[in-house]
């Protein structure tokens, strides 16, 4: 699996912009309901300026 859900013409500045996004993602991909979607994790890369976000889903959740 490849980080991030695909290319975008701006970044995202901040982690609340980010996670809606990723979730979005997940829901178009899995069709899986937006309140199953639990976030594990959030990260900024300062290097390359991307948040990355963690989700987890189903059986995929702690």
Same mark, same amino acid.
């Given at each position: 699996? /490849?980080? #991030? $859900?695909? *290319?975008?013409?701006?970044? %995202?500045?901040? &982690?609340? &912009?980010? $996670?809606? @996004?990723?979730?979005? #993602?997940? @829901?178009? =991909? +899995?069709?899986?309901?937006? !309140? &199953? $979607? =639990?976030? %594990?994790?959030?990260?900024?890369? $300062?290097?390359? #300026? !991307?948040? +990355? @976000?963690? *989700? #987890?889903?189903?059986? /995929? @959740?702690?």
């Amino acid at each position: 699996m /490849n980080p #991030g $859900i695909g *290319l975008m013409k701006r970044r %995202l500045p901040t &982690e609340k &912009e980010a $996670i809606p @996004v990723a979730i979005s #993602g997940i @829901v178009q =991909k +899995y069709g899986v309901k937006s !309140d &199953e $979607i =639990k976030t %594990l994790e959030t990260k900024f890369d $300062i290097d390359s #300026g !991307d948040w +990355y @976000v963690a *989700l #987890g889903f189903g059986e /995929n @959740v702690p």
